[in-house]
C-alpha cells in the first residue's frame, strides 16, 4: 500500500501505519478541545485511540499466527484508520482452515474482552452508569477498563458479521461451500457485504447527530466504499483462481524477446524497457545458466537511485533476483501464480526436465486473466 510506512517489525511481520493515521491524532486533538478537555484529557484520549489500534494490531496477529501454521506467510500489518489488513501470502488450501485463520482475529478480541471483564470485575472497576452521559468519558482513564471491554466484544462481533469483507464473511463463505459451491457461496456473501455497505451509508444518515455529520458522514462514506469494493473484489478473486486452476503454464511459454547477460551495463537493460521491447528479463550466466531475473519496477528504482552519468558503470548483475524455484510446463498457472507472489518476483523460466523451455511473465498471466474473465 502506497503511503504506509513501518513502525516495528515482529515475529518477522513489518508492522506499517497509513499516514492517514497522523490525521486521526489531529482529530483527537480537535474533537477532544471542542468538548472542553483540558491538555491532559486529551493526552488520554489520544492514549486510548492508541489501545484500541493495538487491539486491532493484536487481533490482526491472530491471523498472522494461525495463517503460518497452516505455511501461509504474512507479507505485513498494515493500520489504517479504517481498521487493519494481514496481508497473506495466500490463503490455506482448505476451507475449513480458512475459516480458522479467519475466527483466529476475532478470537484475540474475545480473549482480550474476557481479560479486561475479569479484571475489572475483580477490581470492580467496570461502570457502564457514565458511558454515554458526556464525551468526556474518553480523556478519563478511570474508564478505560469499561472502554476497552466493550471495544474489543464491539470488535469480535463486527468482525464475525457474515458478509465480505469481514472475517464472519470468510466463516460464512466455508459453511455455505458445501451446499452451494465456492463460486455461488462468495458471490452470496459478497452480495451481503455490498448489502452492509449501503446499509452503513444508511444507518449512518439516520443516526449520526447534526453536529457530528461533519466529519462522521464523510468517514461512514470511505467505509462503505471501501467495504463495497472488498466485497465485489472477494468475488473476482474466486473467478480468477477458477480460472487459474483450469489452465496450465504450457498455454503461456513464451520465448523471451530480449536476455540480458550478467554483466550487461544498467543503461542496456533501461534501453531495451524505454523501447517497450520487453518488461522481465531472464539475465543469464556467460555459460548460458540463468544467473536470475530482472523486472521492470527494480529496473526503475535502480535507474532513480543512480545517476544517469553513471549508468554504464553498473552491471545488471548487482541487482538481480535469484530464482529459488523455476516453473514446469504442467503447472497449472495457479501454481506458477503462487510461486511468483511466494518469491516476489514477475517473470519465471520454464524447465522441462532440466531444458529452459521458455518463460512466463505477470503481464502474460494479467492479459490471459483479462481476456478469459470478459469471455465467461
Ligand atoms: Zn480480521
Redesign the pocket.
Known amino acids: 500500500m502506497k503511503g504506509a510506512f513501518q513502525i516495528a517489525k515482529i515475529a518477522g511481520i513489518p508492522v506499517k501505519l497509513h499516514w492517514s493515521f497522523v490525521l486521526m491524532l489531529v482529530w483527537v486533538t480537535i474533537e477532544g478541545r471542542r468538548n472542553g478537555m483540558n491538555w491532559e484529557s486529551v493526552g488520554w484520549f489520544a492514549v486510548l485511540m492508541v489501545g484500541v489500534f493495538t487491539c486491532v494490531i493484536l ?2 496477529f491472530g ?1 498472522a499466527f494461525s495463517a503460518k501454521r497452516y505455511g501461509v506467510r504474512t507479507k505485513d500489518i498494515i493500520l489504517s484508520p479504517l481498521g487493519g489488513v494481514a496481508r497473506l501470502d495466500g490463503l490455506p488450501e482448505k476451507p475449513i482452515d480458512e475459516s480458522v485463520v ?1 475466527f483466529a ?2 478470537l484475540v478480541n474475545i480473549f482480550l474482552a474476557v481479560i479486561f471483564g475479569g479484571y475489572g470485575w475483580m477490581t470492580s472497576s467496570i461502570d457502564f452508569s457514565n458511558l454515554g452521559t458526556s464525551r468526556l468519558v474518553f480523556g478519563n482513564p478511570e474508564n478505560f477498563v469499561t472502554l476497552f471491554l466493550l471495544i474489543n466484544i464491539f470488535l469480535a462481533l463486527f ?1 464475525l458479521i457474515p458478509a465480505f469483507p469481514m ?1 464472519g464473511g470468510r466463516i460464512f463463505r466455508s459453511l455455505l461451500s458445501p451446499s452451494l459451491g465456492r463460486r455461488r457461496a462468495t458471490l452470496v456473501t459478497t452480495y451481503l457485504g455490498q448489502g452492509m455497505a449501503i446499509l452503513l451509508v444508511i444507518l449512518a444518515y439516520l443516526f449520526v447527530p447534526p453536529r457530528m455529520t461533519f466529519y462522521l458522514i464523510p468517514l461512514f462514506l470511505l467505509s462503505s466504499v471501501f467495504m463495497f469494493f472488498m466485497a465485489t473484489q472477494e468475488y473476482r478473486m474466486v473467478k480468477f483462481e477458477e480460472i487459474l486452476k483450469k489452465h496450465s503454464i504450457s498455454e503461456l511459454i513464451r520465448q523471451p524477446i530480449n536476455v540480458l547477460q550478467k554483466n550487461d551495463h544498467i543503461a542496456h537493460a533501461i534501453d531495451i524497457l524505454k523501447r517497450g521491447l520487453e518488461r522481465d528479463f531472464l539475465v543469464k550466466n556467460e555459460d548460458g545458466t540463468i544467473a536470475g531475473v530482472f523486472s521492470q519496477p527494480e529496473i526503475l528504482e535502480v535507474a532513480k537511485s543512480i545517476p544517469t552519468d553513471s549508468h554504464e558503470d553498473h552491471g545488471v548483475e548487482e541487482f538481480i533476483s535469484l530464482v529459488k524455484d523455476v516453473a514446469h510446463p504442467n503447472d497449472s498457472l495457479h501454481v506458477f501464480y503462487k510461486k511468483l507472489v511466494h518469491q516476489e518476483l514477475r517473470i519465471l523460466p520454464v524447465f522441462e526436465n532440466e531444458n529452459l523451455v521458455g518463460v512466463v511473465d505477470i503481464q502474460q498471466l494479467n492479459d490471459f486473466l483479462r481476456v478469459e474473465y470478459e469471455m465467461k
Open positions: 487481533h490482526e491471523h479467519a482475529g476475532p468482525n472475517d
